[in-house]
């Protein structure tokens, strides 16, 4: 039966498409534009949270930083602890910065007690221009091996046991500091004779003691002291003050 609008059966009763043509078919997810695709928003795309690089953990290199500096190693290690955690598995970089940072804060820490405990103890002992007449002295050195050096000097208690006893000092004039030997026995005498007082003098004319000659540096300089002490010819330790 024939169409009674003349069309052909089948065809579009209005003609062609009115806009020229088909319209698109749908299409299932996964494409182009929709989650997990490489689309610009896609999670896990090019563009996504998860392909921004790591950053670079501010407090790891501070722990270096601060590791370096004199006064700060113990806030450089505890910070490098704390980087050391924040760039665990890769969440952050520096993680060489916190490592470094442990270290060099150990060893700061340690040269830090260290320093406490030789100020404490005076491992450095007295300085010899420091020294005054009457003061009992414990130190390596303080023989007749004197002219050798002497170290560790320690003002102790004369009722201690100790090595030497000063019984003199004299500022060296620019001439005497010049003249000065320490390996003139009779040099050294003769600077400490005149200020000694008659007992004080009487002992150096006993075998028994010995006495020696302390400058700061081993060739004096004008305005240094000469320090007389006076110890037993033996080597053995006084336990009592010398008139």
């Known amino acids: 039966m024939s169409d009674p609008y003349g069309s052909p059966s089948g065809s579009n009763p209005y003609g062609q498409n ?15 534009g929709s989650y ?18 790591p950053k670079t953990d501010g407090v790891s290199i501070a722990s270096f930083v601060l590791s370096l500096l004199c006064c700060t190693g113990l806030i450089g290690l505890i910070l490098g602890f ?8 890769g969440q952050r970089k520096g993680r060489g910065f916190a490592i470094a940072g442990i270290v060099l804060g150990i ?15 005076g491992v450095l002992g007295e300085r010899i221009n420091d020294l005054k007449d009457g003061q009992c002295l414990t130190g390596n050195g303080l023989d ?3 002219d050798e050096g002497v170290s560790g000097i ?27 030997d320490f390996g003139d026995q009779t040099q050294i005498v003769e600077h400490c004779t005149p200020m000694l007082d008659s007992g004080e003098a009487g002992l150096l004319l006993d075998p028994k003691y ?6 700061q540096e081993r ?24 008139p």
């Open 144 to 146: 007749k091996s004197a």
């Open 154 to 180: 320690h003002v102790v208690d004369c009722s201690d046991k100790h090595d030497a006893q000063v019984i003199a000092t004299k500022t060296l004039s620019s001439e005497e500091a010049d003249d000065f």
């Open 18 to 32: 009115p806009y020229g043509q088909q319209p698109p078919a749908p299409q299932p997810y996964g494409g182009g």
């Open 107 to 121: 060893l700061s820490v340690l040269l830090a007690i260290g320093g406490v405990v030789v100020v404490a103890t």
């Open 82 to 89: 704390v980087g050391l955690s924040r760039t665990k598995n």
């Open 210 to 215: 010995y006495v020696i000659a302390l400058t």
């Open 219 to 242: 060739k004096p300089s004008s305005g240094d002291k000469v320090v007389c002490v006076i110890t037993l010819a033996d080597g053995g330790s006084l336990d009592e003050k010398l």
């Open 36 to 53: 997990g695709g490489g689309g610009p928003q896609g999670y896990g795309g090019g563009g996504g949270f998860g392909g921004q690089p």
